[in-house]
């Protein structure tokens, strides 16, 4: 009976990862395509993100984000490599068309960037989301939702130490580059 878990839980896995990719193989394809502006790149990325989910499945936890959202962080930093891959070949016959590696953010790539943002802020304590909310993205002043808050200017700004180390660590963890 031992013998049979692992078989069981693979045949399970690749269940899983099957529905995987009918859900989500065309939506990273497309991804893929509009980044790079290769077909056969853009198909490239797009199976080796699945090997690499698979491979590193056992990491995978759905308490931390979607496999949606896993998968595409695969997928971004294989799409980023690519580039730069691309960007290190001497140019052939690009003609001084724009490419993916200009500096134009593409559309889809500031979609994904909201996406793990969106998650990662959710993994934040709620005391931790208010202040990084209020202070990082509605601009207000530390005094002021401090005093909204009840609580010590310098307690806020403590929170907001810890909420944005633990921000970096949950946007690590799906997959966000460090762009320090």
Same mark, same amino acid.
């Given at each position: +009976? $031992? &013998?049979? &878990?692992? @078989? +069981? &839980? @693979? @045949? $399970? *896995? $690749?269940?899983?990862? @099957?529905?995987?990719? *009918? $859900?989500?193989g065309a939506e990273l394809f497309r991804f893929a395509l509009r980044s790079l502006g290769d077909r056969g790149l853009a198909e490239e990325i797009t199976q080796e993100t699945f090997v690499r989910a698979w491979r590193s499945r056992e990491r995978f936890d759905e308490g931390r984000g979607s496999r949606r959202t896993w998968l595409f962080a695969i997928a971004r930093n294989l799409v980023i490599d690519a580039a730069r891959a691309r960007k290190s070949r001497p140019a052939s016959d690009s003609g001084g068309r724009e490419t993916a590696d200009s500096s134009v953010e593409d559309p889809a790539e500031g979609s994904l960037r909201g996406m793990l943002l969106s998650e990662a802020l959710e993994s934040l304590s709620e005391d931790h989301r208010f202040v990084v909310q209020e202070i990082y993205f509605r601009g207000r002043k530390y005094s002021e939702v401090a005093e909204e808050a009840g609580v010590p200017s310098g307690t806020l700004r403590s929170r907001m130490y810890y909420a944005l180390k633990s921000l970096r660590l949950a946007l690590e963890e799906m997959g966000w580059p460090d762009e320090r």
């Open positions: +009976m $031992e &013998r049979l &878990r692992p @078989r +069981m &839980r @693979r @045949r $399970e *896995d $690749e269940a899983v990862f @099957r529905g995987a990719y *009918d $859900e989500h």
